[in-house]
């Protein structure tokens, strides 16, 4: 008689591994566009889940060779949980954002999309949208924002590796086969095996011992032999004669009270002896039966349990849903005018940023504007422009008077230059040189 307990334990600690269909639908209304109560849907040993992830991507990776990866860009092998998000490890977001970017782009070229490796300085949400956007087109649904994978390690990052890299494993025709066990010897095989040996061997130790002993008694027979042919010949010298006992009855029973114990023969039981091996399995029998009966009327106690639980849950369920349902409807409307003020939102934000855009444009240009006009003031109410043409007009003039001496100068030179050339000239008129008359004169 088989019970299905488990579900019924996981049904009384809150924990549904295989929920009623409308619990499904509600859940799966109320979160999404919000994240899941972990806490509520999960159990405890949801939070060291990831560390059995990493585990396993480790060894799905080792199968794609990922080492020929790592010696291409330098890098160093992946420890057990290095993508693991806890406060127990170092983290460092950088290098471990840069590690899954270089991973996810080569187990995507590996699960044959053409995706661009990405480089150490690019833009984190693009890398992270198009990461996310080609796990989407082999049917992964993706329930969490793209900004926790920014990071670099958690639970998120851990899931898109192994999806990747069951992809790649898919690509290249991989598939994990049932692991077979090996056959355990229990601890009563065991026992048997080493009772037989033991058996086998005092077997063979009471066989050398029989030997032995034959090889004895033909070694004191050949004494009594031996023995008695003295006798018989001293006998033949020896005339006959009665023989008495000279031993005294008293002495004689005292050495048989000596010796009486260690004639007896007594036989030592064997725990080993198959014998008491079956009586120990019929009276394991005996207790099994007994401890049966016992056991079928607290299994059967234990169903009514759990079958009243059950119906319990179920009629608890139903109420829950009854009362929700209006919440529900609250909440989906509420969503859905939250993604509308969104919408608004992000239109309005694009406006104001052009807005502010060309704010900043005029503002530049006016701060120009406002230093021209501030040079401009100040060239006009300052004195300093009249003053330095006052001095220029005066250095002028000065100049100009200088030029007029000099011309003066000039012109007298040029005069007198000229009436001593015209006294020349009238001299050299009026005053005739000797040898012009000559012999004639």
Request: hydrophobic share 35%; proline share 4%; charged share 35%.
């Given at each position: 008689m088989r ?7 996981d ?7 295989e ?7 509600h859940?799966?209304a109320?979160?999404e566009?919000?994240r ?8 405890p ?14 060894e799905k ?14 890098m ?5 949980h ?11 977001p950088g290098e ?14 590996a ?8 480089q150490?300085?690019?833009?984190p949400?693009a ?5 996310l956007?080609?796990?989407r ?16 390690s ?10 990747l ?29 080493e ?11 009471e066989?050398?011992?029989e ?5 004895e008694?033909?070694?004191?027979l ?11 010949h ?16 008293a ?12 004639l ?6 064997d725990?080993?002896?198959?014998r ?32 009243k ?20 409807q ?12 969104r ?6 934000s694009?406006g104001?940023t ?12 006016l ?13 006009m ?17 000065q100049e ?7 011309m ?7 005069l ?7 006294s ?9 040189p ?8």
């Amino acid at each position: 008689m088989r019970i299905n307990t488990r579900s019924a334990a996981d049904r009384c600690l809150n924990v549904t591994p295989e929920p009623r269909p409308r619990v499904c639908e509600h859940r799966g209304a109320m979160a999404e566009d919000g994240r899941r109560g972990e806490e509520e849907d999960r159990g405890p040993g949801a939070v060291h889940q990831v560390f059995v992830v990493m585990e396993n991507l480790l060894e799905k990776l080792k199968l794609l060779r990922y080492e020929e990866l790592l010696v291409r860009h330098n890098m160093k092998p992946l420890s057990r949980h290095y993508f693991v998000s806890s406060p127990y490890l170092v983290a460092n977001p950088g290098e471990q954002f840069f590690m899954f970017s270089v991973l996810a782009a080569w187990l995507l070229n590996a699960a044959g999309r053409n995706f661009t490796e990405p480089q150490e300085f690019d833009e984190p949400n693009a890398t992270v949208s198009n990461i996310l956007a080609e796990l989407r087109t082999f049917g992964v649904k993706v329930d969490f924002p793209p900004s926790k994978l920014k990071s670099g390690s958690g639970e998120q990052v851990c899931f898109v590796l192994d999806r990747l890299a069951e992809e790649a494993l898919k690509r290249r025709g991989f598939s994990f086969k049932r692991p077979v066990y090996p056959t355990e010897v229990t601890e009563e095989d065991e026992q048997l095996e080493e009772d037989a040996e033991m058996n086998l061997s005092r077997a063979e130790d009471e066989v050398m011992e029989e030997a032995e002993d034959e090889e004895e008694d033909v070694m004191d027979l050949d004494a009594l032999k031996l023995r008695s042919t003295h006798k018989e010949h001293e006998s033949r010298l020896k005339p006959d004669e009665i023989l008495e006992s000279t031993v005294d009855a008293a002495e004689w029973n005292l050495e048989v009270e000596r010796v009486l114990p260690q004639l007896k023969v007594t036989i030592r039981t064997d725990n080993k002896d198959w014998r008491i091996h079956v009586d120990q399995m019929h009276q394991h029998k005996e207790g099994i039966n007994s401890s049966l009966t016992d056991a079928k009327g607290h299994l059967n106690k234990l169903q009514e349990d759990i079958s009243k639980t059950l119906e319990k849950v179920s009629s608890r369920e139903k109420y829950i849903n009854n009362q929700l349902e209006g919440l529900i409807q609250e909440y989906r409307s509420a969503q859905a005018k939250l993604r509308e003020v969104r919408e608004r939102y992000k239109q309005a934000s694009g406006g104001v940023t052009e807005r502010t855009r060309v704010l900043a444009k005029i503002s530049e240009e006016l701060e120009k504007v406002k230093q021209e006009m501030e040079e401009k003031g100040s060239s006009m109410s300052d004195g300093a422009p009249v003053v330095r043409i006052k001095q220029a007009v005066m250095k002028l003039k000065q100049e100009t008077q200088q030029m007029e001496v000099r011309m003066g100068v000039v012109e007298h030179s040029l005069l007198q230059a000229k009436l001593k050339e015209k006294s020349n000239m009238t001299r050299d008129m009026h005053h005739v040189p000797d040898s012009a008359t000559g012999p004639f004169s």
